[in-house]
Structures are given as structure tokens and as C-alpha cells.
Antibody, heavy 119, light 110 residues
Framework: EVKLVESGGRLVQPGGSLRLSCAAS????????MNWIRQPPGKGFEWISY????????HYADSVRGRFTIARDNVQNSLSLEMNSLTDDDTAFYFC????????????WGHGTLVTVSA | EKVMTQSPDTLSVSPGERVTLSCRAS??????LAWYQQKPGQAPRLLIY???VRATGIPDRFSGSGSGTEFTLTISGLQSEDLALYHC????????????FGQGTKLDIK
């Protein structure tokens, strides 16, 4: 069974930093492209970052570029998101999600972890 | 820029109904469109990809159609377990310059 489990979300002050993790199991993690998607409470999804299977190619949404850093560990089967200079607009549930082979639809998702940015 | 717009924002429905959700792209995305279902406390689930292909394990009451800029997700014979939030997602442009998701449509009980 494919499992993606996010962790690390918590309350953080504006300007603060946070590191999210996503533990993967049940599939060959090192062969799949991965993403982070977020969802502000009561709103829709926003794609924010992508990393290729090898980690060589990375993309970010404009809203997080320069502040967030995606990384992966193909030995530990984990994905991470380092978040800096956090603002109220970064308050959201953060999901890790896997692309399908051969197509950029998001075939598996985690349950999400909540990041709240507030003074 | 490809902006995805879903309609309606909320739809009140009754079990057994045939339900149609719409997703419009500001520019053509071909058939590179997916639909996801999201229930409270659960991981989102891929329902439809390539506009009309059901993902593994998805009941055949869910169907997708459309191409270019207009897409539809239809639920034939709505069941109470289908009350959820539904999102469309274009993956024609990579990496996306705009958010590739629609804002979502919520199905609730009439």
C-alpha cells in the first residue's frame, strides 16, 4: 500500500522558519517525481514545489521561490520542505503528492500537515 | 497563463441524483486534466485523469469528459459517500506559471 505521511506542521511566528517532512512507503520512492501542494483553510489547492526522482530538477511556484527549499533522501525514502520568512499567507495544510509514471497527475497524496503562521 | 475556474462553488444535492461539475481553462489544456476528490480528514484521491480515464479503483458512476477549455465531472447516482470537495487540475503546462488547480466545488446535502 502506498503511504505518504507528512509531519512538522505547527504554529510559527511571522518571519519564522519550519521544516516539513514526508515519509514514503509501499512503493519505489526513488523512481517517482514528488510535489508539495498546499491548501489554505477553506480554499482550493495550490501547487508549490516539485522535485524529480533523482533530485536534479526542482521547480517552485512564484509565491514561494527564494523562501522554500524542496529536497529528498532516496535512501531514507523521505521528502522535505524547508520554509523560511513565513508570512500569514503561508498558513495552510501542506500535502506531499506523487506524480504517476508517464503523466503529471497526482496519483497519491498524504493526509497533510497544518502550518499556522500567526503572532 | 492558464487559469482554472470551477463552477459552481457549492452544489446542494440529494442521494441518487445525477450531478455535473464544471471546470474551465482560460487556455486550451488538451486533455491534460485531472479530477480529485477530497473528504475531511482523508488524503485527496485521484478520480479521473486524461480528462476521461478513471483512476484505479474508482467506481464507474464517476465519469469525466471534455477537451480544450471545457471539462465536466459527472456523478451518476450520487451516493452519500460522494459528499466531498472536488478539484480539477491541468497538467498541460509544466512547470505551471499559474496555479494549475481550480478553486474546488463542494458537494453538500440538499
Amino acid at each position: 500500500e502506498v503511504k505518504l505521511v507528512e509531519s512538522g506542521g505547527r504554529l510559527v511566528q511571522p518571519g519564522g522558519s519550519l521544516r516539513l517532512s514526508c515519509a514514503a512507503s509501499g512503493f519505489a520512492f526513488k523512481t517517482f517525481e514528488m510535489n508539495w501542494i498546499r491548501q489554505p483553510p477553506g480554499k482550493g489547492f495550490e501547487w508549490i514545489s516539485y522535485i524529480s526522482a533523482t533530485g536534479e530538477t526542482i521547480h517552485y511556484a512564484d509565491s514561494v521561490r527564494g523562501r522554500f527549499t524542496i529536497a529528498r533522501d532516496n535512501v531514507q525514502n523521505s521528502l522535505s520542505l524547508e520554509m523560511n520568512s513565513l508570512t500569514d499567507d503561508d498558513t495552510a495544510f501542506y500535502f506531499c503528492a506523487r506524480f504517476d509514471y508517464g503523466g503529471r497527475r497526482l496519483s497519491s497524496w498524504g493526509h497533510g500537515t497544518l502550518v499556522t503562521v500567526s503572532a | 497563463e492558464k487559469v482554472m475556474t470551477q463552477s459552481p462553488d457549492t452544489l446542494s444535492v440529494s442521494p441518487g441524483e445525477r450531478v455535473t461539475l464544471s471546470c474551465r481553462a482560460s487556455q486550451s489544456v488538451g486533455t491534460n486534466l485531472a479530477w480529485y476528490q477530497q473528504k475531511p480528514g482523508q488524503a485527496p484521491r485521484l478520480l479521473i485523469y486524461a480528462a476521461s480515464v478513471r483512476a484505479t479503483g474508482i467506481p464507474d458512476r464517476f465519469s469525466g469528459s471534455g477537451s480544450g477549455t471545457e471539462f465536466t465531472l459527472t456523478i451518476s447516482g450520487l451516493q452519500s459517500e460522494d459528499l466531498a470537495l472536488y478539484h480539477c487540475h491541468q497538467y498541460n503546462t509544466w512547470p505551471p506559471r499559474e496555479n494549475p488547480f481550480g478553486q474546488g466545488t463542494k458537494l453538500d446535502i440538499k
